[in-house]
């Protein structure tokens, strides 16, 4: 997802030039507690850029500390979601503070109730892609401010000229006495030393860790089953419950006969919710138990009768109707009127669940004095405000324990699990885990959009396009979660990878229709408004390559003239891809390219069709350029999970409503893709010094219309409707 | 009824019905939490233990079925020969992510390599496809079970 605004979409990078960062702005140094030197720094968060823009509220979100013993401790508002964000940040605080990465302690944000009390905190979330876009200047600088300081506070004992001192390894040197001090006997001094005007950051020539692969920080605990999650919280005397709630969204409990759930042994208590029971046990056991000897009654409300098909129909409907125009460059219509040749089509992708492997759970106590919470989180604030208003207390009387999260993917920016355990909580003595079943989890999750798409395009008599039209209808997940971002009948997400496109296209209009399904909450998910839009318009591109009787890739590469970036990764990933080779009958290769993010990203996919219309996906060959790298290790491994991720939406993704109810409930229906099924991949890198560009997500958007042009070329078939199973592939 | 079983070469007696499944007896009665719940139903691998050696999923297998068996966890694989040089390889190749499959993903792979010490692809297929990951880090654990089976042979060789 991309919660920048429309004012940074302008250019190649859409980081922030280093001079929009005045110190005032987003960094303060002072004393730490206990005598350290501490840096106080605003990162921008998701949705909380409104707070950090007008500079005049200095409200920091994070903090390095170095201590009197020399341990270096960091605290941000970015979670650790498999990302590798916990390896990638302190990366660049130790590049310009001149320690080594181990120096570093990563502390979870927030840290205690003292910071709860401080209106710090404002929207805090992770995702977007954005932490390293947002850390990259901020980082080093407060890294760099820390060494000048310590470098001055030695200069001074020493009472030599600063500059004839240097910084490494976490100490101070004066070469040409040999004298050397270690950062810890430094912090306390440093701390009095006044903060430098301006701050030099390092070439990128000199980067020494920065580029360089380093090992994940937090790897050692995931391997040995000593890592904590949301659902490994157990405060003392905590029981456990799962939880049934009303199978039709909207749907409200009528009557529970709960006489057999009560008679499972450990079951504790029954919970009986508007929409929801849950039962209470001590163990998960016993809670399934209990809540399959339920009898449950529901009154179905209005959506009983909703099914896909409705939903479909309504937003096929609506493109046909005008939408909010989110960008139009020349004269369409005009345009068209003079094209050689028209081709129209259109596009469906479905809802997607995310399928977090760790599945939903919250772990709650409501007590006299306040309220506890025990979760993984990608929004902390916004967790705590919604236990708050559940629980019926004011916000400093919550206290949030975040952990680590087993995939987040957009799911845990949501406030819908804690919400439902501290209605459960505040009916239970004592804490209560509150864990989801897999099937709960896919049929309550907060879906991935579905969107319908209406394109019609104009090619001159070369073949080429002169006119672009292109309207799309579906839900905006921004407008529920983050009102103000929805602007005009538009938010950044819905419209990233339909707009601004990196093709040349000289008469280009497209409209966004909002339309929200009738009961059904829909979300942020890995890459979200990208995993449509990059989809319908590399697919789309490459109907009209195929129009135009040529070749995709060389279609595509004589429309990037003026980028060169983008011409680069699309160049690199077709060489390597091998490109210009014969692949045998029922196979085939397919294209896509991508800027969204802030990086720019090409794949060259291989796939092979079976007679019984079985798709295998042999081979992707990754080409990117992210600007800077920072991990290079990340990157890749980035680019595998989200390729992973997107193959398993392109292949088996989708979830479906019939009778108000989803109908996927678990790995059988909802599809993952499994290791005999995995592609192999290539990722190549390439060199760039731009500031970096987004990895989380997008992988994900670049796979999917590549395999859906893959197997165009292998069948001629085009595929205009996610997700791939069930698509009528036969050749037999 | 009170039941006991071993786990990591510990009996543990807990008081819980028959069918309650094994996972939830090490989660939420012996506190092991390393042992993760994905699915409840043998679809994802997550809640992987050691059986007698042989990699089970303990969300389907109740509590009254293990008898004397021994149940190894994640929490003490890295004992064995076998977890050891998979843990290695998977730190190595920085195969984790989120890490949440991983303890699974560990303990079916401990297991292949404790009784085929080469597997082939379509061996690591095999012995692979019930662990779900949804973080996508399959190109590396295959990689990593390659590499713990190639430094199976140099151990064997020395
Ligand atoms: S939790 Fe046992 S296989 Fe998924
Ligand atoms: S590492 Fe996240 S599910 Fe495998």
């Known amino acids: 997802m991309i919660l920048d605004h429309n004012s940074s979409r302008a250019g190649s990078g859409r980081s922030q030039p280093a001079n929009d960062l005045s110190r005032r702005n987003f960094l303060q140094v002072g004393a730490a507690t206990g005598g350290g030197l501490l840096l106080s720094l605003r990162l921008p968060v998701l949705g909380g850029e409104a707070q950090a823009a007008d500079g005049s509220d200095f409200s920091p979100n994070a903090f390095v500390r170095v201590d009197r013993d020399g341990q270096i401790v960091l605290t941000m508002p970015y979670v650790e979601m498999g990302q590798g964000t916990y390896t990638a940040i302190p990366m660049l605080i130790a590049e310009e503070l001149e320690v080594d990465l181990k120096q570093i302690r990563l502390e979870h944000a927030p840290p205690n109730e003292k910071l709860y009390a401080n209106p710090m905190l404002g929207v805090q979330a992770t995702g977007n892609s954005n932490a390293m876009r947002g850390g990259w200047q901020p980082m080093r600088q407060a890294g760099a401010t820390a060494r000048i300081m310590l470098v001055a506070a030695a200069a001074k004992r020493w009472n030599v000229d600063p500059a004839s001192c240097r910084a490494q390894n976490g100490e101070v040197l004066h070469p040409p006495t040999g004298r050397r001090v270690k950062y810890a006997e430094l912090a306390a001094d440093a701390a009095g030393i006044p903060v430098p005007d301006k701050v030099v950051l390092k070439r990128p020539e000199d980067f020494r860790l920065i580029g360089t692969p380093a090992k994940r920080l937090d790897a050692p605990a995931k391997v040995n089953g000593t890592a904590v999650y949301g659902i490994d919280a157990r405060p003392a005397g905590a029981k456990i419950a799962t939880l049934a709630q009303s199978p039709v969204f909207g749907g409200r409990v009528k009557s529970v006969d709960d006489k057999a759930a009560r008679a499972v042994k450990g079951v504790r208590q029954i919970v009986r919710l508007d929409d929801a029971v849950a039962v209470v046990a001590d163990h998960m056991g016993a809670a399934k138990k209990g809540l399959a000897a339920l009898v449950i009654e529901w009154d179905e409300g209005p959506h009983a009768k909703l099914g896909t098909a409705d939903i479909a129909a309504e937003l096929e409907q609506a493109t046909l109707k005008t939408g909010a125009v989110a960008q139009n460059i020349g004269d369409v219509d005009k345009a068209m009127a003079g094209a050689a040749t028209k081709i129209e089509a259109t596009y469906e992708v479905p809802f997607l669940a995310h399928a977090t492997m760790e599945p939903m759970n919250c772990t709650a106590h409501v007590h006299k004095d306040g309220c506890e919470i025990w979760l993984g989180s990608q929004a902390m604030a916004r967790i705590q405000a919604a236990a708050a208003k559940t629980a019926g207390l004011p916000l400093d009387r919550v206290v949030v324990h975040n952990h680590l999260i087993g995939g987040g993917f957009g799911r845990r920016l949501e406030a819908d699990g804690v919400i439902r355990a501290v209605e459960i909580a505040k009916q239970v003595e004592g804490p209560v885990k509150v864990v989801w079943t897999r099937e709960e989890d896919i049929q309550h999750d907060i879906y991935r959009p579905y969107w319908f798409d209406r394109f019609a395009a104009g090619l001159d008599e070369k073949g080429m396009p002169i006119a672009w039209n292109h309207r799309f209808a579906g839900s905006s997940v921004i407008a529920r979660w983050l009102p103000p971002g929805f602007k005009n009948g538009l938010d950044p997400d819905s419209t990233e990878g339909a707009i601004d496109l990196v093709y040349a296209l000289p008469n280009f209009h497209v409209e966004f229709v909002r339309v929200e399904p009738p009961g059904i909450p829909t979300a942020f998910w890995r890459s979200v408004g990208p995993s449509h839009n990059v989809f319908v318009v590399e697919s789309f591109i490459d109907e009209l390559a195929a129009a135009a009787r040529q070749d995709p890739v060389a279609y595509r590469s004589a429309l990037l003239d003026h980028n060169p970036r983008a011409k680069a990764v699309l160049a690199l990933a077709a060489e390597k891809g091998g490109w210009a080779k014969k692949l045998p009958k029922g196979s085939g290769r397919g294209a896509s390219l991508q800027f969204v993010f802030g990086s720019y990203e090409a794949h060259v996919v291989e796939v092979e069709v079976s007679k019984d219309g079985d798709v295998r996906v042999r081979r992707v060959v990754c080409a990117v350029d992210c600007g800077t790298v920072v991990n290079p290790d990340t990157v890749q491994a980035q680019i595998q999970s989200g390729i992973m991720f997107g193959a398993t939406a392109a292949l088996y993704g989708k979830i479906t409503l019939e009778n108000g109810r989803v109908q996927q409930s678990n790995f059988d229906t909802y599809q993952v893709l499994r290791i005999n099924e995995a592609p192999a991949i290539e990722v190549h890198i390439v060199k760039s010094s731009e500031p970096p560009g987004g990895m989380g997500e997008t992988g994900t958007s670049a796979i999917v219309p590549a395999i859906a042009n893959a197997i165009f070329a292998a069948t001629g078939k085009r595929l205009r409707k996610m997700p791939v199973a069930g698509s009528q592939l036969k050749s037999g | ?158």
């Open chain 2, 1 to 158: 009824m009170a039941t006991t079983i071993n786990v990591n070469g510990v009996d543990r007696t807990v008081d819980v019905d028959g069918d309650t499944p094994l996972l939830w007896v090490l989660r939420d009665l012996l506190g092991m939490t390393g042992t993760k719940f994905g699915c409840g139903a043998a679809l994802c691998g997550a809640c992987t233990v050691h059986i007698d050696g042989v990699a089970t999923r303990s969300c389907i297998i109740a509590i009254d079925s293990v008898g004397t068996s021994a149940v190894t966890t994640i929490e003490a694989i890295g004992a064995t020969a076998a977890g050891a040089r998979i843990q290695k390889a998977w730190l190595d190749r920085e195969v984790v992510q989120c890490g949440y499959c991983q303890s699974g993903q560990i303990m079916s792979a401990s297991a292949l390599l404790a009784k085929n010490p080469h597997p082939t692809d379509a061996d690591i297929n095999d012995a692979m496809s019930g662990n779900i990951c949804r973080c996508g880090t399959y190109v590396r654990i295959r990689e990593a079970i390659k590499d713990a089976a190639q430094s199976n042979r140099q151990g064997a060789l020395q």
